[in-house]
């Protein structure tokens, strides 16, 4: 599929992997609608890419907010091929903390519905308004690119809510794509590893130094135009589908 001259969705698309995504597609001719939390961050990067840009402020567990981004995306003057979920949260607590508290409930179903049931959210919505389009050479009307984490595999101490819900996206990738196959909508799921985004932007440069020395090859944290490449190599790909491809320079997690 060709990304010039198609309209696309990017939930947090405003930062981070998903700006580095809205980026990479607005430079690739597409016309793109970004969803996400933050107006004003939103607003800078329409301004920045002008064009078919815009923005829907929305949250991506609440169906009519969804929905009316995929409405926006939609009613460009294009056909809507691409959906990308970059939006997410992270939090670190183990099961039972050392003083013998449990890990709080409330803030383990948050991660999980955000990162697992948003993204569901995100999926079933935009597949439904790509399977009105005109089909593409060998029946492709569109694709949704998930994302996922190497943790979904090696998650580490704390990371039990993270962990969970990134491997729900895992699970989710390949049964999706088979219940789509019949509309001609892709599903694919990106595993990044450790990447240079705003969440570490807050570690010092030692620590950093630490994180990227643990990596194979090569030996630097991964970038977000890292993940937006991938990202439109998986769209353009048309033979990929119902597949979580890890992004991790051959990192395997430790424990911690």
């Not at 920045?48 to 907010?65: F, R």
């Not at 460009?76 to 903390?97: E, I, N, T």
């Not at 984490?149 to 049964?175: D, M, N, R």
Request: charged residues 20%; negative net charge; aromatic residues 4%.
């Amino acid at each position: 599929m060709l990304l010039q001259g198609v309209s696309a969705m990017v939930t947090g698309g405003a930062s981070g992997l998903g700006a580095a995504t809205t980026r990479a597609l607005t430079a690739r001719g597409a016309a793109v609608t970004i969803l996400d939390l933050d107006a004003d961050r939103a607003d800078a990067l329409v301004t920045e890419l002008g064009g078919q840009t815009s923005v829907i402020v929305a949250d991506v567990t609440d169906p009519e907010q969804v929905q009316a981004a995929v409405d926006d995306a939609a009613g460009k003057d294009r056909p809507f091929r691409l959906a990308v979920s970059c939006a997410g949260v992270a939090w670190a607590s183990r099961v039972v903390s050392r003083d013998g508290t449990p890990h709080d409930l409330a803030l383990f179903s948050r991660v999980v519905t955000i990162n697992l049931i948003g993204t569901f959210n995100v999926l079933r919505l935009a597949a439904a308004r790509m399977a009105r389009s005109e089909p593409l050479e060998h029946g492709e009307r569109g694709i949704v690119v998930n994302t996922a984490s190497i943790a979904a595999y090696e998650g580490q101490i704390g990371q039990i809510a993270y962990a969970a819900s990134k491997a729900g996206v895992v699970g989710l990738t390949l049964p999706a794509a088979r219940d789509l196959a019949s509309i001609g909508v892709r599903v694919c799921t990106i595993a990044p590893g450790i990447i240079d985004t705003p969440m570490l932007a807050g570690l010092s440069d030692e620590v950093r130094a630490g994180l990227a020395a643990g990596v194979p090859f090569p030996k630097r944290l991964g970038t977000p135009e890292d993940y937006a490449s991938l990202v439109c190599m998986i769209a353009e790909h048309g033979y990929l589908n119902g597949e979580t491809i890890r992004m991790d320079a051959a990192l395997r997690m430790a424990p911690k």
